[in-house]
């Protein structure tokens, strides 16, 4: 009886987390693009709808609701469900709808989506190899073989946002990195590119009027019969065509020139507005903000060093670490059990709020940035996969925050992976990157859109509302002008668009 | 040459629906081989004769500047945008027929042209509600084209027609539904032919 209830409960949250994923993407990634193929819409709502579900039950899980077994079982089925969806329906609609863009292939769509599936699948499996993952006794496809690898693509995913937001942060809250801006400077912009857009302008007159000119010379020349016809023009229009393909090549560099002003000045509009806003009440907040947490990412970077070089891995979690703390050395007295468990439910939901919070405007913000009408369903199925499988590994991570009775049912339902390893991986990706963007400028402004987990709830004018998510506008905006910016780059094929 | 009067168009409209293609093709009389997305805004001119062959004609220099970007963009960029329109003679409107959001983000676009833009940033779609009054003392014509009507399946192409002839209504627009043929025009840039009825589809004239 108690488990029909508890079904029903998980059944209706679980229907609750779709409906929240379908208004998700109807609203704010998909309010530019019509909806035609419903099934990306409904793969999307199902990816986040059981990744929440997994969310729930280790909160359940903290707070003792619902009975064990059906908790077991319904973490087992949940965690079967997600991995059908992220290695089987999700990689082939991305084929699917991949080779549906390619016209060559149109005719054996399924067939040649069958054999992306395959070499995805392939890849995958390879992927495993190299790491320590597990022990050889158990099969196949097993579950612990598919969680493993997933695993740690999520595990690489979340270190690298993580770590370019350790490095970012200080550099978008902080005031001190501000350049100062003044109206001046913004006019005398706008002017440079108005005159260039007028230089271009004339240049095209005459390239125009040059075009009429020969048109009409060559009809009459036409007239005239066959030889004398052809020496004539060829001697009389050369100057002609010469004359404008050196036009040509001066407009092609004023054009370049206008697109760079164009992005200069944007660059400064927006500085200028992050200028007005950071004398706002909000924003010396944020600001304030700011200086905490850069202390915060150098302590984790210096953490992270520790880890890794003494070869040391917490044995445990920080809420009972904290408790003892208080105990042992303040000398409060309180009831340790009861307290812990509220404690590292709260700390708990907070790390999941905040990194659902993150990860969706951080998916909205690429989305924005990359897609168009053409490719918005791939886009959408890859940032579902990606957001599935932070969410399986973010699970994986999350076992260290918890204190040791409510990490059981992780580690039972999972089997028996190292999680000792998926720590260590985090750490060295996360130093990684970290060494590798030490180049504020050019690193920062390409990736800015990454700021990710635990920087989240310091996202400043973007705070979360439940049906009016945010507006990430400006940053995506900014990514896109800059990467669109070069129309040679191999990353924009022309078909793209 | 430079004697001659000019005219400034604007080319507006949502991301992709194929305003450059539309300006290569109106000014260079050829398709656009390798379209690629506008940063800032990019201009073309055309020579046009006005009122050709009556008395009163007159050479003039169309210049057609096409604006790249959303209308949901940043306000850094829309402020950035805004140096583009100044003193506009007209207002072409492009939209793409299979993608409705387009169509519905023209009003958006146009009250950004016309300075007359007060929604708040974040808003979701609209429903198509606004006020015809504030284009009725616009002096600004404005002209509303439909793209890539060959890529409708044929069964729904009369919806769609419908619904263009309703929003041209709101607009109180001319309205035409281009589609870029093969057997006009050529992709090879040394071959240039002129279309004979090319004439009467850049009708802006006021």
Redesign the interface.
């Given at each position: 009886m108690s488990f029909f209830v508890d079904s029903v409960i998980m059944f209706t949250s679980q229907v609750l987390f779709f409906g929240f994923g379908w208004l998700f993407f109807m609203r704010q990634l998909f309010k530019d693009y019509e909806v035609r193929q419903y099934v990306v819409q409904v793969v999307f709502s199902v990816t986040f709808a059981f990744s929440c579900t997994m969310f729930e039950l280790i909160i359940f899980e903290i707070l003792g609701a619902l009975s064990s077994t059906s908790r077991y079982f319904h973490w087992k089925l949940n965690l079967y469900v997600i991995l059908l969806v992220l290695i089987f329906v999700v990689p082939f609609y991305i084929g699917y709808f991949v080779v549906s863009n390619i016209r060559l292939l149109q005719r054996q769509r399924l067939l040649f989506a069958c054999v992306v599936w395959f070499t995805f699948m392939y890849f995958f499996w390879k992927l495993g190899d190299p790491f320590p993952i597990l022990s050889p006794k158990h099969g196949i496809l097993s579950i612990e073989q598919l969680i493993s690898r997933v695993g740690v693509i999520g595990v690489t995913l979340m270190a690298l946002l993580s770590g370019f937001g350790a490095v970012n942060c200080p550099y978008t809250y902080m005031s001190y990195f501000l350049r100062n801006v003044t109206d001046s400077d913004i006019l005398a912009l706008e002017r440079r590119l108005l005159q260039t857009m007028d230089m271009i302008v004339s240049k095209k007159k005459r390239i125009a009027m040059t075009r009429r000119q020969m048109y009409q010379r060559g009809e009459d020349q036409n007239k005239q019969a066959g030889i004398w016809g052809m020496i004539k023009s060829v001697t009389s229009s050369t100057s002609g065509s010469e004359n404008l393909s050196l036009i040509q090549q001066e407009v092609v560099a004023l054009e370049e020139l206008s697109r760079q002003l164009f992005l200069e000045t944007v660059d400064l509009q927006a500085t200028k507005e992050r200028i007005e806003y950071s004398k706002t009440f909000q924003g010396k907040y944020f600001n304030f903000l700011g200086y905490f947490f850069s202390i915060y990412c150098v302590w984790k970077i210096f953490m992270a060093t520790i880890n890794i070089v003494f070869d040391r891995v917490g044995k445990t979690d920080p809420v009972t670490r904290g408790i003892e703390i208080t105990v042992n050395y303040l000398g409060i007295q309180f009831d340790v059990k009861f307290w812990s468990q509220h404690i590292s439910f709260i700390l708990v939901g907070i790390i999941i709020v905040t990194s659902i919070r993150g990860l969706l405007i951080t998916l909205t913000k690429f989305f924005y940035a990359i897609s168009s009408s053409k490719s918005s369903n791939v886009i959408v199925l890859v940032l579902a996969q990606i957001m599935g499988m932070y969410f399986v590994s973010s699970v994986l991570l999350m076992r260290m925050s918890m204190p040791l009775e409510y990490r059981t049912i992780v580690t039972e339902v999972l089997g028996e992976l190292q999680f000792n390893f998926y720590h260590r991986w985090f750490d060295v990706i996360f130093l990684v990157i970290h060494k590798s963007s030490i180049d504020p400028d050019d690193a920062i402004s390409v990736l800015e859109p990454c700021q990710f987990s635990w920087t989240t709830h310091l996202q400043g004018p973007n705070q979360m509302t439940f049906l009016s998510l945010l507006n990430p506008q400006e940053e995506s905006e900014a990514l896109s002008l800059r990467l669109g910016k070069d129309n040679h780059s191999r990353f924009w094929p022309s078909h793209l668009i | 040459?430079?004697s001659?009067d000019r005219v400034k168009v604007l080319v507006l409209g949502?991301?992709?629906v194929g305003k450059s293609s539309l300006v290569h093709l109106l000014?260079q009389n050829q398709v656009l081989g390798?379209?690629?997305?506008t940063?800032?805004?990019?201009?073309?001119?055309?020579?046009h004769d006005y009122k050709e062959g009556t008395p009163e004609e007159k050479t003039y220099?169309i210049?057609l500047w096409d604006v790249g970007?959303?209308v949901?963009?940043?306000?850094?960029?829309k402020?950035?945008r805004a140096?583009?329109y100044n003193s506009v003679n007209g207002i072409i409107l492009v939209h793409?027929l299979?993608?409705?959001?387009?169509s519905q983000?023209l009003y958006r676009w146009s009250m950004e042209a016309l300075n007359k833009d007060s929604s708040p940033?974040?808003v979701?779609?609209s429903n198509g509600d606004y006020d015809r009054e504030q284009f009725a003392e616009n002096p600004v014509p404005l002209l509303l084209i439909g793209t890539k009507y060959d890529q409708i399946p044929e069964n729904k192409r009369n919806d769609v027609l419908t619904r263009t002839a309703f929003l041209s209504e709101d607009f109180n627009a001319e309205e035409i539904n281009l589609v870029i043929e093969k057997r006009y025009f050529t992709r090879d840039p040394s071959q240039v032919r002129?279309c004979p009825d090319y004439g009467s589809l850049c009708g802006t004239e006021t």
């Amino acid at each position: 009886m108690s488990f029909f209830v508890d079904s029903v409960i998980m059944f209706t949250s679980q229907v609750l987390f779709f409906g929240f994923g379908w208004l998700f993407f109807m609203r704010q990634l998909f309010k530019d693009y019509e909806v035609r193929q419903y099934v990306v819409q409904v793969v999307f709502s199902v990816t986040f709808a059981f990744s929440c579900t997994m969310f729930e039950l280790i909160i359940f899980e903290i707070l003792g609701a619902l009975s064990s077994t059906s908790r077991y079982f319904h973490w087992k089925l949940n965690l079967y469900v997600i991995l059908l969806v992220l290695i089987f329906v999700v990689p082939f609609y991305i084929g699917y709808f991949v080779v549906s863009n390619i016209r060559l292939l149109q005719r054996q769509r399924l067939l040649f989506a069958c054999v992306v599936w395959f070499t995805f699948m392939y890849f995958f499996w390879k992927l495993g190899d190299p790491f320590p993952i597990l022990s050889p006794k158990h099969g196949i496809l097993s579950i612990e073989q598919l969680i493993s690898r997933v695993g740690v693509i999520g595990v690489t995913l979340m270190a690298l946002l993580s770590g370019f937001g350790a490095v970012n942060c200080p550099y978008t809250y902080m005031s001190y990195f501000l350049r100062n801006v003044t109206d001046s400077d913004i006019l005398a912009l706008e002017r440079r590119l108005l005159q260039t857009m007028d230089m271009i302008v004339s240049k095209k007159k005459r390239i125009a009027m040059t075009r009429r000119q020969m048109y009409q010379r060559g009809e009459d020349q036409n007239k005239q019969a066959g030889i004398w016809g052809m020496i004539k023009s060829v001697t009389s229009s050369t100057s002609g065509s010469e004359n404008l393909s050196l036009i040509q090549q001066e407009v092609v560099a004023l054009e370049e020139l206008s697109r760079q002003l164009f992005l200069e000045t944007v660059d400064l509009q927006a500085t200028k507005e992050r200028i007005e806003y950071s004398k706002t009440f909000q924003g010396k907040y944020f600001n304030f903000l700011g200086y905490f947490f850069s202390i915060y990412c150098v302590w984790k970077i210096f953490m992270a060093t520790i880890n890794i070089v003494f070869d040391r891995v917490g044995k445990t979690d920080p809420v009972t670490r904290g408790i003892e703390i208080t105990v042992n050395y303040l000398g409060i007295q309180f009831d340790v059990k009861f307290w812990s468990q509220h404690i590292s439910f709260i700390l708990v939901g907070i790390i999941i709020v905040t990194s659902i919070r993150g990860l969706l405007i951080t998916l909205t913000k690429f989305f924005y940035a990359i897609s168009s009408s053409k490719s918005s369903n791939v886009i959408v199925l890859v940032l579902a996969q990606i957001m599935g499988m932070y969410f399986v590994s973010s699970v994986l991570l999350m076992r260290m925050s918890m204190p040791l009775e409510y990490r059981t049912i992780v580690t039972e339902v999972l089997g028996e992976l190292q999680f000792n390893f998926y720590h260590r991986w985090f750490d060295v990706i996360f130093l990684v990157i970290h060494k590798s963007s030490i180049d504020p400028d050019d690193a920062i402004s390409v990736l800015e859109p990454c700021q990710f987990s635990w920087t989240t709830h310091l996202q400043g004018p973007n705070q979360m509302t439940f049906l009016s998510l945010l507006n990430p506008q400006e940053e995506s905006e900014a990514l896109s002008l800059r990467l669109g910016k070069d129309n040679h780059s191999r990353f924009w094929p022309s078909h793209l668009i | 040459m430079a004697s001659l009067d000019r005219v400034k168009v604007l080319v507006l409209g949502d991301s992709g629906v194929g305003k450059s293609s539309l300006v290569h093709l109106l000014c260079q009389n050829q398709v656009l081989g390798n379209p690629s997305w506008t940063v800032g805004c990019s201009v073309d001119v055309r020579v046009h004769d006005y009122k050709e062959g009556t008395p009163e004609e007159k050479t003039y220099y169309i210049e057609l500047w096409d604006v790249g970007g959303s209308v949901g963009s940043a306000s850094s960029v829309k402020s950035t945008r805004a140096v583009f329109y100044n003193s506009v003679n007209g207002i072409i409107l492009v939209h793409d027929l299979t993608n409705k959001k387009s169509s519905q983000n023209l009003y958006r676009w146009s009250m950004e042209a016309l300075n007359k833009d007060s929604s708040p940033t974040g808003v979701i779609v609209s429903n198509g509600d606004y006020d015809r009054e504030q284009f009725a003392e616009n002096p600004v014509p404005l002209l509303l084209i439909g793209t890539k009507y060959d890529q409708i399946p044929e069964n729904k192409r009369n919806d769609v027609l419908t619904r263009t002839a309703f929003l041209s209504e709101d607009f109180n627009a001319e309205e035409i539904n281009l589609v870029i043929e093969k057997r006009y025009f050529t992709r090879d840039p040394s071959q240039v032919r002129i279309c004979p009825d090319y004439g009467s589809l850049c009708g802006t004239e006021t």
